[in-house]
């Protein structure tokens, strides 16, 4: 009978993977791992607990903040504070970082960035939605307060990054550096079971996400990018197939698994595009990268990007390597593929 490694079986056996902790990583994964579930339940009662809508408020970008955003972000920072593994935490939802000044905290060496529920915007008509979380090891010195420094760091320094994703099932994608793995929720027994194992985008893709209504305000050289790939061309498999579902988690796990590309480009209606920086592309940029694809701002590598603000927005490419080095060409302005 083949055995079903669970996701704190799979995090105990690669501690080799982050030797300079003693834990505490791993602890902090299974933190996320609980409040996860929390929120799991949550989106699956929506309905019957009366939790839909709007809360009539907006967040730090402006948007109008869904009852469900508010209630994942609680989630999330009181399951994480009630461990000592972080000194800190910085949420999409929040102006500010929120600093763990517990004794429990004091000598915790790591910080986490969260986009409690991406895609919000899509719970009222239940469509997928997903959490999207990022680890830092913190600059400042162990014991002192935890600073704002700590969390703008490029995503070339995180020592982990992942993904859940609610939809017909739940599962969490994650890596730390060696590899991206997918583990599924059985509510039967509360656990998560590795799925996914060693994920890698296929050599070749022929899927395209991008909001085609924002197209008139998008520059030059992803219009041309995106009549390109809607161009009939049976020797590589064109027209690609657009697929676009408004969370980037849903788009994002769809192009991982079967091969695409993800396209927020800057336009006249959102001049350094819509996308954060430290929440949303960082992360999504490191198991990009570590499943074998390529994610940039359209000339820049994502995670050499130097952050100067915590809800700093950047235009965001990834996917597999050869669609993204085609519409990087064309954005260059070389339209001869």
């Known amino acids: 009978m083949e055995r079903h490694i669970t996701l704190g079986e799979f995090i105990i056996e690669n501690q080799k993977d982050f030797p300079y902790a003693k834990g505490e990583l791993s602890a902090l994964l299974s933190s996320i791992k609980l409040?996860?579930?929390?929120?799991?339940?949550?989106?699956?009662?929506?309905?019957?607990?009366?939790i839909i809508g709007k809360m009539g408020t907006n967040n730090i970008q402006g948007e109008n903040q869904?009852?469900?955003?508010?209630?994942?972000?609680?989630?999330?920072?009181?399951?994480?504070?009630?461990?000592?593994?972080?000194?800190?935490?910085?949420?999409?939802?929040?102006?500010?970082?929120?600093?763990?000044?517990?004794?429990?905290?004091?000598?915790?060496?790591?910080?986490?960035?969260?986009?409690?529920?991406?895609?919000?915007?899509?719970?009222?008509?239940?469509?997928?939605?997903?959490?999207?979380?990022?680890?830092?090891?913190?600059?400042?010195?162990?014991?002192?307060?935890?600073?704002?420094?700590?969390?703008?760091?490029?995503?070339?320094s995180q020592v982990a990054a992942g993904y859940l994703i609610y939809g017909t099932s739940t599962i969490l994608v994650y890596t730390t550096g060696n590899g991206v793995n997918g583990f599924t929720f059985d509510p039967g027994v509360g656990s998560f079971f590795l799925s996914h194992p060693q994920i890698r985008y296929p050599e070749h893709g022929k899927i395209y996400s991008v909001n085609e209504g924002n197209y008139v305000h998008f520059p030059d050289g992803v219009k041309k990018y995106?009549?390109?790939?809607?161009q009939i061309d049976e020797k590589d498999g064109r027209p690609f197939t657009s697929r676009y579902t408004g969370s980037l988690v849903a788009d994002f796990h769809r192009n991982m698994l079967l091969g695409g590309i993800y396209l927020y480009p800057q336009g006249t209606t959102s001049p350094n595009g819509k996308l954060r920086l430290l929440y949303e592309c960082n992360p999504m940029a490191f198991l990009t990268e570590q499943a074998g694809g390529k994610a940039i701002d359209?000339?820049?590598?994502?995670?050499?990007?130097?952050?100067?603000?915590?809800?700093?927005?950047?235009?965001?490419?990834?996917?597999?390597?050869?669609?993204?080095?085609?519409?990087?060409?064309?954005?260059?302005?070389?339209?001869?593929?």
């Open 66 to 156: 869904a009852k469900l955003d508010i209630i994942a972000n609680d989630i999330f920072i009181s399951t994480l504070k009630n461990r000592g593994e972080i000194c800190g935490i910085a949420s999409e939802e929040l102006e500010h970082y929120v600093a763990f000044d517990e004794d429990m905290h004091k000598d915790a060496k790591y910080i986490v960035l969260i986009d409690p529920l991406d895609g919000s915007s899509n719970i009222d008509v239940d469509i997928t939605v997903g959490t999207i979380f990022s680890i830092y090891r913190r600059i400042s010195p162990a014991g002192a307060k935890v600073k704002k420094e700590d969390f703008l760091q490029p995503g070339d």
């Open 35 to 50: 409040a996860a579930k929390m929120v799991n339940e949550k989106i699956n009662k929506a309905g019957l607990s009366q």
């Open 298 to 337: 359209g000339e820049t590598r994502i995670m050499e990007i130097i952050p100067s603000e915590l809800h700093e927005r950047t235009p965001f490419i990834c996917g597999n390597s050869e669609m993204v080095s085609i519409a990087e060409r064309f954005i260059g302005g070389n339209y001869e593929v």
């Open 226 to 230: 995106i009549k390109w790939v809607q």
